[in-house]
C-alpha cells in the first residue's frame, strides 16, 4: 500500500485531475452559463480574465481561467518597493550566483524563531532570469509562525512548487484553500495571490521550493510504460471556489524580477465566487505515487521516478524535473542494486524529506531529512564507500529500500549556480562532503583476478 495521507481526515474538498478544465461556485449561480463575460454578471460581481499562458498558445498549451469576483485585483493603491527583500539577490533583484564544479551537500536547514513563509525564504541555487522568463530559482523556506495577518503574496516571476518537508501548510489562494502536508506538494501558479498559515498543532515548518521562471509543469509522457503509473492524473487536486467579503486592510506582496513591492488595499484578495479554467493551484499526495523499476537486471534512469517536468524548447530535455525516490521493492538479479556512478549533462539538486536514501548511508553530516545536496554539470557522484561495500556484498534478495523514506530531486539542463548565503553566510555547507563519500573508496583493481 502506498504511503499516503489519504486515509486522514481532510479539511477540504478538491477537484480531481491533472490540467483538466474545472468549474466551482462558492454560490451558486455565479457563473454565467454558455458566456464569460456577460454585461451585469450575477451577484453584482466583477469579471475578470486571468492568463497564465499567451493569448495565442496552442490549445493543448494554454492555460487560462475566469475569476468572479467582489472586486477585480486591479483595485489596489500603487506597489512601492518592500522594506525587506528576498536575500541572495542584488539591489536590482538579480539572483546573486557563484558556479562552482564542487559536491556540495548541507545540514537541515534550520528554522529561525518569528519567520513566516515569506520572511523566512532563503535562495540557496539557480539559474537563469525571471526576466526573460529563462530558468529556475531554488529556495528552502523556514517557517516558525503563519503570514501576517492580511498579508498575501504572489510571484509575477514564475510558478512555485512547494515541497513540505515538515509541517502542514494552510495556503489560502484566490481560488481555493489547499491543506499541504508532509509529503505532499503544491504548485502555486504566476501570479495566483496566497497566503499560507502554520496548522495548529503540526509545529514548525520547513520545505523547498523550485520556482520556475518559463512555462508551466506538466506530466511526463510514458511513452511503452503505457497509459498508467508513475503520477496518475486523477490524483492531483484543486481547490474549490472559497472567498471572503473582508473590506480590512490588506497588504499584496508581489516578487517582481526578484525584488519585492507591497501594495496595499481596502478589501480581502480572496474574494473569488467563483471560477472556471484550466489555470489554478493544485496539490499532490506523493504517496499516490505508482514507482516502477527493474524486475531483471540493471539500474534504470532515475527518470522512471517523474512525477511533473517543465520541457524546455529541446525535445525531451527538461528545464525542471522533479522527480521523487519513494519507498520501493529491489528485485533485480546479477547487478549492482544502487545508483551508478555518474556524470551528468543535467544538474541534480536533491532534498530528503524523511528516512534515509539508499545511495548515502551518511556519515559525518550525511544526508539528513531537512538536508540538500548539489550534483552540477558533470559534477562527478555516485553511492559513497560504504554504500558500494554493503551493495557489492549484498544477497540479491527482494529487498524493500526507502521504508517511511522520501527523497526528492529537482534536476535541470542548465547550470546552477549557488548564492553567498548558501555557500558561506549557513556555514552548513558540509566541506567534507567530498572526501567522506568517495576519498573513502578503496581501490579493487586486480588484473589476476576475475
Ligand atoms: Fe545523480
Not at 500500500?1 to 480531481?16: G, H, I, Q, R, S
Not at 544538474?347 to 544526508?367: N, P, Q, R, T
Amino acid at each position: 500500500m502506498p504511503t499516503t495521507n489519504f486515509d486522514v481526515a481532510e479539511k477540504y474538498e478538491y477537484l480531481n485531475g491533472f490540467g483538466s478544465y474545472h468549474e466551482s461556485e462558492a454560490i451558486p449561480g455565479a457563473l454565467p452559463v454558455g458566456q464569460n463575460s456577460p454585461q451585469n454578471p450575477a451577484y453584482g460581481l466583477y469579471v475578470e480574465k486571468f492568463s497564465g499562458t499567451a493569448f495565442t498558445a496552442p490549445r493543448k498549451e494554454n492555460q487560462q481561467s475566469w475569476l468572479h469576483r467582489i472586486l477585480p485585483a486591479a483595485a489596489h493603491e500603487p506597489f512601492e518597493k518592500s522594506e525587506k527583500q528576498l536575500p541572495g539577490h542584488s539591489d536590482r533583484g538579480i539572483a546573486q550566483f557563484e558556479q562552482i564544479p564542487n559536491q556540495l551537500r548541507w545540514d537541515p536547514f534550520d528554522i529561525a524563531s518569528g519567520t513566516d513563509f515569506l520572511s523566512g525564504l532563503e535562495l540557496i541555487s539557480g539559474a537563469g532570469n525571471p526576466a526573460t522568463k529563462t530558468g529556475l530559482g531554488i529556495y528552502v523556506y523556514a517557517a516558525s509562525q503563519s503570514m501576517e495577518k492580511n498579508q498575501a503574496f504572489y510571484s509575477a516571476d514564475g510558478d512555485f512548487l512547494i515541497v513540505t518537508q515538515q509541517g502542514a501548510l494552510d495556503i489560502q489562494t484566490e481560488l481555493g484553500k489547499l491543506l499541504v502536508r508532509t509529503n505532499e506538494i503544491a504548485v502555486i501558479p504566476r501570479g495566483v495571490r496566497f497566503r499560507v498559515d502554520l496548522v495548529d498543532g503540526s509545529g514548525d515548518a520547513r520545505g523547498y521550493i523550485l520556482e520556475l521562471f518559463q512555462g508551466h509543469f506538466q506530466l511526463p509522457d510514458l511513452g511503452p510504460i503505457g497509459s498508467n503509473c508513475l503520477a496518475n492524473t486523477r490524483d492531483f487536486q484543486a481547490p474549490m471556489a472559497f472567498y471572503e467579503d473582508d473590506q480590512s486592510r490588506w497588504r499584496v506582496t508581489a516578487k517582481f524580477g526578484g525584488q519585492l513591492f507591497d501594495a496595499r488595499q481596502n478589501h480581502s484578495p480572496f474574494d473569488v465566487v467563483a471560477w472556471h479554467g484550466n489555470y489554478y493551484p493544485y496539490k499532490y499526495d506523493l504517496g499516490r505515487f505508482n514507482t516502477i523499476g527493474s524486475i531483471s537486471f540493471d539500474h534504470p534512469d532515475p527518470s522512471i521516478f517523474t512525477v511533473l517536468t517543465a520541457p524546455s524548447p529541446v525535445v525531451g530535455t527538461a528545464v525542471a524535473d522533479f522527480v521523487i525516490f519513494p519507498p520501493r521493492w529491489l528485485v533485480a538479479e546479477g547487478t549492482f542494486r544502487p545508483p551508478w556512478y555518474h556524470r551528468n549533462t543535467m544538474s541534480e539538486f536533491m532534498g530528503l524529506i524523511s528516512g534515509s536514501y539508499d545511495a548515502k548511508v551518511g556519515g559525518k553530516g550525511g544526508f539528513q531529512p531537512g538536508g540538500a545536496s548539489l550534483h552540477n554539470v558533470m559534477g562527478a557522484h555516485g553511492p559513497d564507500a560504504n554504500s558500494y561495500e554493503k551493495a557489492t556484498k549484498a544477497e540479491l534478495a527482494p529487498q524493500k529500500v526507502g521504508d517511511g523514506a522520501m527523497a526528492f530531486m529537482f534536476e535541470s539542463s542548465l547550470m546552477l549556480g549557488v548564492t553567498d548565503w548558501s555557500l558561506k553566510k549557513c556555514q552548513k555547507v558540509q566541506d567534507l562532503y567530498n572526501e567522506h563519500s568517495w576519498g573513502e573508496l578503496k581501490r579493487r583493481f586486480s588484473p589476476l583476478s576475475k
